[in-house]
């Protein structure tokens, strides 16, 4: 495969909107010819949306579309060099496979000869030789959908779209199909962008990740960089089996979580930042207690599991759990040292500290934010020269209180995020007014879970600026 360094797609500050909901949110990427992108995310990012807007069969709401230099924001799919691959095989159920394979080279009137060598080159292609006229459903799920990558290639794609297409297969004929579909990116030699939510299919597949959360690019990388240097807690979670835990920069070089300094590499947070520490679990080393090796922590095994080829350990060190991989057994129960070399300390930079709302001051004792009016402490609205109907609200993350009985009239919201941070929990809630609301908690939530979001007057902040800063 040849992959040449000029962008074949390119996606400029692209947005999409569906009434009031933002499926996208000013996203632009930029694809090489040849390369293999894969756009990783959970449930609803927005993945799938962005695979439609580059295939035509939407149109972006802001931005443009440029394929092979040219602005197709608006082309329809069939004018496009591009072809898709869909989760369901989407094959006529009436047509053998050769006919399936053929339709649209019949469609364009071409000669037989050159359509029969075409599609026997596509069955080739996938492994499908001697299958022309076998019915297509008395296949199975991996040959549809071999069948259905070998009626998209016919048709010779620039580039190949595929939206999540082992998705419904099991997960033998899954790993065997990735492998071919590695093979065949490299024998085409054409551009495969490729959607996913299985991060492990991503890190085996991909020449380039991007990874997608809300609707916005969080990170684009290639497999090592993405797995090695996530930017932000969610790319470290999202991207294999993190410990998270919060931490303060203390100041270059030297960085403070479970109650102890650290060395680390990082250089440039500034002095006491609080920051977001990730130890991968292969990173940190674990040995009985009584070693001499000396042990940055010490703590309990609370389980250990073997998988397959390592053992997964939970170890309780001062209050917070860390999850730990070795080839060797601890058991349940045992005393147990870790220590993690300082390159293997990641430090990334947090993306807020507390929850931040704007908001307007209804009268000296509430206040709206998050479309709710909120009882506060009392505010001296005395101050002509404050802007009252501009202001900015903080609440802590572990001063919103999440109920699983929303009273009536309640704000509520649903769980939209869960990362595990070694001794607590760290959600974001979609609130129903379609605002993030970001809670610290001991308690256990699903993804999914409706809740009704308590904030008590104490906890709220009210700040208010001259009213001159916004005119
Ligand atoms: P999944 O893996 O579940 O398909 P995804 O990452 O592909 O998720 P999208 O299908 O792109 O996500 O959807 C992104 C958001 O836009 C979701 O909140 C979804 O509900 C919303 N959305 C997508 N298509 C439409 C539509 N036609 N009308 C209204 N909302 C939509």
């Not at 069939?78 to 072809?83: I, L, T, W």
């Amino acid at each position: 495969m040849q992959s040449e360094n000029r962008p074949i797609i390119e996606v400029r500050n692209v947005s999409k909107y569906f009434d009031d909901k933002t499926a996208l949110d000013d996203v632009s990427l930029s694809i090489r010819k040849g390369e293999f992108v894969t756009i990783l995310g959970p449930s609803g990012c927005g993945k799938t949306t962005l695979l439609r807007l580059i295939a035509g069969f939407q149109t972006a709401s802001e931005g443009m579309i440029l394929i092979n230099g040219r602005e197709m924001t608006r082309t329809p799919p069939h004018k496009r060099p591009v072809n898709t691959v869909f989760q369901k095989y989407a094959l006529f159920p009436h047509l053998n496979v050769y006919d399936n394979i053929a339709f649209g080279l019949k469609l364009k009137k071409m000669p037989k000869a050159e359509i029969m060598r075409k599609v026997q080159a596509a069955l080739k292609m996938v492994g499908m030789t001697d299958y022309e006229y076998r019915d297509v459903n008395s296949l199975s799920g991996g040959q549809q959908q071999r069948v259905a990558i070998a009626r998209a290639i016919v048709n010779e794609p620039e580039v190949l779209l595929l939206d999540e297409p082992l998705a419904a297969l099991d997960l033998k004929m899954r790993k065997d199909m990735q492998m071919e579909l590695k093979e065949m990116h490299k024998r085409l030699g054409i551009t495969f962008v490729y959607v996913t939510h299985d991060q492990e299919e991503a890190l085996t597949l991909s020449d380039t990740i991007v990874v997608m959360s809300e609707g916005r690019i969080q990170q684009i990388g290639t497999p090592t960089d993405i797995y090695n240097e996530p930017v932000n807690s969610f790319v470290a979670d999202f991207i294999g089996e993190s410990n998270i835990l919060n931490g303060t920069m203390v100041k270059d070089r030297l960085v403070s979580f479970c109650g102890r300094d650290f060395e680390c590499v990082d250089e440039g947070f500034g002095e006491n930042v609080p920051v977001d520490v990730v130890v991968r679990p292969e990173d940190l080393y674990i040995f009985p207690v009584s070693e001499k090796a000396k042990a940055q922590l010490r703590g309990v095994v609370q389980s250990c599991i073997f998988k397959g080829v390592h053992y997964e350990m939970a170890v309780l060190c001062d209050g917070y759990e860390f999850m730990v991989q070795d080839y060797h057994a601890f058991g349940a129960g045992m005393e147990v040292g870790l220590r993690v070399k300082p390159f293997d300390i990641h430090i990334m930079k947090k993306e807020r500290v507390c929850n931040v709302f704007e908001g307007r001051m209804i009268d000296g004792t509430h206040v709206e934010f998050l479309g709710y009016e909120f009882e506060c402490a009392p505010v001296n609205m005395e101050d002509s020269s404050k802007d009252w109907s501009h202001v900015t609200v903080e609440v802590d993350f572990d001063k919103i209180d999440l109920l699983d009985d929303a009273e009536d009239g309640m704000l509520t919201g649903e769980v939209k995020f869960i990362l595990y941070k070694g001794n607590h929990y760290h959600l974001t809630v979609l609130s129903d007014w379609d605002e993030n609301v970001f809670v610290d908690t001991d308690d256990v939530w699903d993804d999914g879970d409706r809740v009704g979001i308590a904030i008590r007057p104490e906890d709220i902040r009210v700040k208010v600026k001259a009213a001159e800063s916004h005119e």
